[in-house]
């Protein structure tokens, strides 16, 4: 009865969700970058227009896309305006969680003069906060959002309690 009661919920969050997000996770999710950072970005220029929660992380995802699309330079602004969004909204432990992870990818892939740039401002956005700190652990999640196809990461995801998360993507609750 349990696991009825699971799917139907699934299923109805799912027609929630915006086609276009489930195209551009899909799309991240088999690799096809380029077309994933197509998708996310208008979605993130709305999402910004509107005020809505989930701009930073639409941008994010859109450099992200950019970045292992080979196209560094082009996913750097949406990094910065995903990363200004969260200063702004004054949410700084996911600042901090993000700006580390995008300064560390940002270095993986040769972009240094970026990579110094990103944290040179977290540093001043965040007084007092290392950067470099170590993120929380978290309990395991699913790898993507049953709903949309996001990926999830424990360290990026707001937690509704121990054991639920809620996909920074279309707001769907998550459970281990």
Known sequence: MRRIFRRQIRKTLAQNVPPILQEANFAFSKGEYGR???????????????????AP??????????????????????????????????????????????IQELNERGLKNEAAEIEAWLESVLPGMSVSDAPVKRAAL?????????????????????????CGYCGSPVRE
Do not use: K
């Open 36 to 54: 994933a950072a197509e998708l996310f970005e208008p979605i993130a220029r709305a999402a910004d227009g509107r005020g809505g929660p989930r």
């Open 57 to 102: 992380l639409f941008y994010l995802q859109a450099g992200r896309s950019r970045l292992l699309a080979g196209q560094g330079e082009l996913g750097v602004p949406s990094f910065r305006r995903g990363l200004e969004l969260l200063a702004q909204r004054r949410q700084f432990q996911r600042l901090r969680q993000f700006g580390t992870r995008t």
């Open 142 to 166: 699913p790898t993507h959002c049953p709903s949309c196809g996001a990926p999830l990461r424990p360290d990026e995801t707001e937690w509704l309690d121990e054991v639920t998360a809620e």
